[in-house]
Structure formats: C-alpha cells, structure tokens
C-alpha cells in the first residue's frame, strides 16, 4: 500500500521526439542521430527544481519493426541523459518507460498490440504504480494527439508543443490540450505559472 508521501509525488511525463529531441519523421537509429532540443535541459531541469519528476514515455515501434533492438535503445537513452546533463547539471530524467510493441511489427516477439502503446495509457499507469504518482496533480508535454490522448485518460493536464515534424491542426483533433506552447521551455514555463512559480535560470 502507498503511504500518503508516496501518493503525493507528482510528474511532468515527456514523450521524447519532438519534445526533448529533434524529430527527424524517421526512426533514430544511433547516437549520432540524437539532436537535443533547445531549451529541453533548461527545462528538465526547472521542472524537478520545481519538486516534480521527470518522466519520459515513448513508443519505440523500431524495435518491433527490427530497426534497433533494445539494447541499442538503452544506449540511445543513456546518451540522450548523458547530452541532457552535459548542458545542463539538473537536466537528469527521473525515469524512461518505452513501448516496443507494434501491431505490425516484423519481429515476432514484439508483434502484437499493447495497453503500453499510446494513446493508450499504459505506461503513465505503470509509472504510477512505481513511482508513486499522483497522475490528476501531474503533467504530460508531448507533441501529437496520442500524447493528448494518453494523459487525458489518467486525469493529466496535457500541454502541446509545436515542435514535432508536422504542425498540428488541433481543429481535426478529438481531444484537446489544456495548452499549446511553441517550445519545451514555453510549455515548462506555463506549467510552472499554472503552480504558482517562476521559471529560475540554472546551468
């Protein structure tokens, strides 16, 4: 059973292309294509000086269409975390939950459909349990509507960047963000005044 402290404990969830790292509309495969996004140390940073974990959810289908394995994506993240903290000493992700699965995938292993896969929630709920969140005082940014999706099914306030490889027509969209940021570092800033805090400069 959680205790109360534990219960307490909030996220700002991450999807990782197009919000931390540039998303080039085809699947990362090595380090070098691993770009960081400006402002995405800085406000990695801000949101745990700010008491809240930070928590990156992403579905990784490349590994179920047999681009990369997932030893190759445990060393993309650790270098993604390693460029995080190089620019910024507070820029360190709390937690990585990634989705292998894809319906049509080529290896079979990870061919099928999973509750991990947004927009179905399954990671957030998944981070909930072991992180011990609070998901309707947490927050997601992401940069597509599966994102939107996915947080709105656990009570999360959504925000949407603008920063993906496709600007979003929100009027086509089924759900809605509570906001839409133009950065990672707009949408931090947003979420920071929406607590009541400022946004505080920190290398």
Known sequence: MQTSETALRRAVFLDRD?????DT???IRTVSDIDILPGA???VSA???AGF???VVTNQAAIAHGYITEAT????HQRMKAMLLDRNKGASLDRIYHCPYHPDGKVPRYTRNSSFRKPRPGML???ARELGLDLASSYFIGDREIDIEAALAVGCTPVLVTTGPVSPDLSNWTVQPAFVAGSIEAATKWILRN?????????
């Open 18 to 22: 197009g919000v931390l790292i540039r």
């Open 25 to 27: 509309a085809t699947y």
């Open 41 to 43: 140390p800085e406000s």
């Open 47 to 49: 949101i745990r000086r």
């Open 53 to 55: 974990l930070a928590v």
């Open 73 to 76: 994506l445990r060393a993309l």
């Open 125 to 127: 709920l998944k981070a």
């Open 195 to 203: 607590e009541g805090r400022e946004w505080e400069s920190h290398k």
